[in-house]
């Protein structure tokens, strides 16, 4: 089967960053789904991944955002699906990923995509999607549908990137939580707007002096998307006391904790890929998951974040798609079609 991978470290304008593959069609375990892939989406896991990618003389290959086509199940998965069910995924970062034509993904992680939204848009949902709802119901404690009993305003730091775009959508359906974005290009502001912020604020200038304009006086919660380095002094003045932040990035450098203590912030972590890292007691909830997002797509309650389609697998259009995250300006989600199976036999 056709794929692409990574054999070591290069940056996006080199050649040999990403390299076309010739690969068997892999043979599902037991609890493995054998999917081909239709459509991908392109995150900033997968240039992190690839930049830390230690050469030792065999490709990875990367991906973790996939609509696709079940075509066998191992022993322990044909309860939970046939062959020729449309599903969709993010998978486990440590199994090859999604630019290939077929993938090898553990049942538990998957679930059936949205009825009306085509590959391409369905590929869009699921990194993101398991991400902003594992932040907004899981660790900062909202749920769908159920009123607040008091009126809250969440700050979400980043919100024209793909986790933002979906984490506006999903807090929108809290009632009584007042959702504010960031963003810093009037494309980006519009964008947030369009996926439901009720205010969007310039993370270019000053937050609190814009925060006060909007007669928004308290910050009950924040979901940092970017910039954590940056922002954490910034926002551990903002939050309101016994407020939460959840952090979904990184630090390049230690964080000053204590700047959470007068005010008994919670602070706590997302990684989407736990669940399937340390095959946790609940790993299975991560379909459940994708299932509840596929249910508030086929009523209408969210919309796909593919901002462009980029065309088909092919190196040129995975590194493009590399290159444009990696610059951090990206608006949405990019996607691209899968192989041709065809081709990849």
Partial sequence: MQAIGVFAAHAADE????????????????????????????NPADYRVRLRKQPNGRPDVLGWDAAGTVIACGPGAGHAFNPGDAVYYAGDILRPGCNSAYQLVDWRLVANRPKAWPAEAAAALPLTGLTAWEA????????????????????????????????IQLARLVPGLRVIATAARPQSADWCRQMGAEWVLDHSLALAPQLEEAGIREV???????????????????????????????????????????????????????????????????????????????????????????????????????????RGSTIG?????GFSTKESQ
């Fill in 220 to 326: 009950h919660a924040v979901l940092l998307l970017n910039r954590p380095d940056y922002y954490f002094p910034i926002l551990a003045q903002l939050i309101a006391p016994q407020g939460k932040l959840v952090n979904i990035v990184p630090f390049d450098q230690p964080p000053e904790l204590n700047l959470l203590m007068q005010k008994s912030i919670r602070y706590s972590w997302t990684y989407m890929f736990t669940r399937s890292l340390f095959q946790t007691a609940d790993m299975a909830r991560q379909g459940e998951i994708l299932s509840e997002l596929t249910r508030l797509a086929n009523a209408g309650r969210i919309r796909t974040t593919r901002s462009e389609h980029l065309g088909p697998i092919t190196l040129a259009n995975l590194l493009t798609a590399h290159r444009r995250l990696e």
């Fill in 15 to 42: 050649p040999t960053a990403l390299q076309e593959l010739a690969l068997p069609i892999p043979a599902p375990g037991d609890n493995d789904l054998l999917i081909q892939v239709d459509a991908i989406s392109v």
């Fill in 136 to 167: 907004l119901f899981e660790q900062l404690g909202y749920a769908p549908d159920v009123a607040l009993p008091e009126k809250q305003t969440l700050l979400i730091i980043g919100g024209a990137g793909g986790v933002g775009s979906i984490a």
């Fill in 333 to 337: 989600k990019l996607t691209l079609t």
